[in-house]
């Protein structure tokens, strides 16, 4: 059993204050251990974003706890825990064209982590590793003399791949990386992200609403559903806990979900996009609800 990395105790978020406020996350509790990617998915304004952004101190949370290498970081931190952070959790952002600066060249937007987790190297050794970032996500280290807008989507979004993997982080939240890609591209970025992960030991939090694309890379998927966690599922021979129940707009989602990507074939069967509430979904596909459990 791998040691656990990130742990989140009934975590609660609220966006406003007062007889405005809003509660986008209610009680979510989860594990992901080192080395796994970790699903969580949700359809859009679930709160599986707020999360993300909630583990990275982005947002602040408003009760429970998050636990990374059992010390809390949600809250008040120290100087040293927060710089720690910054160098070992990253983030990749869902639109690779409004997360990067336009006015900025790629050895800037991919080399500017280093300047605060490694002021201690030269200009030189900076350039060297904006070069090797490149070379990593597949692009030519003579594109960091270029602009964003040169570039498409897919090179964009590696782009911002290279940004998270420069300062060589632990635990990366993917917040919905190909959503914003062509179908043609997607697939070349999540065996990208896979790789690196063989070759790193990279640990995954993965977003997305997409059940195909969650089959093909997570070891655990957990669904969220209006701000309320409801369970992961561990998939067979991953060595991680069993699964719990799943959501029954997922299960039935997941039950109609096409191939997965990059597997030579065309998406097949029903998507979930009229699955709008869980408990309609049903009626909607014209079946009964799929039986509960793990995620294969």
Known sequence: MAEPLLEVKNLQVTYGSGRKAYS?????????????????????GSGKTTIGRAILRILPTTGGEILYKGQRINGKISRALDKQLTREIQMIFQDPQSSLNERAKVSYIVGEGLQNVRPELTAAQREEKVRQALLDVGLLPEFASRFPHEFSGGQRQRIGIARALIVEPEFI?????????????????????????????ITYLFIAHDLSVMRYISDRIAVIHKGQYSGAGGRRG????????????????HSHAGPAP??????AGLRPRHARLHRRAPRVAGIAPAPLGAVQ
């Open 173 to 201: 939240v993917a917040d919905e990386p190909i959503s914003a890609l062509d179908m043609s591209i997607r697939a070349q970025v999540l065996n990208l992200l896979r790789q690196l992960q063989k070759q790193r030991g």
């Open 262 to 267: 990059g597997a030579g074939e065309k998406a």
């Open 238 to 253: 991953t060595g991680h806990p069993p699964a719990a129940p799943l959501h029954p707009q997922p299960a039935v989602c």
């Open 24 to 44: 986008a996350v209610q009680n979510a509790s989860f594990t992901i251990y080192k080395g796994e990617t970790f699903g969580l998915v949700g359809e859009s």
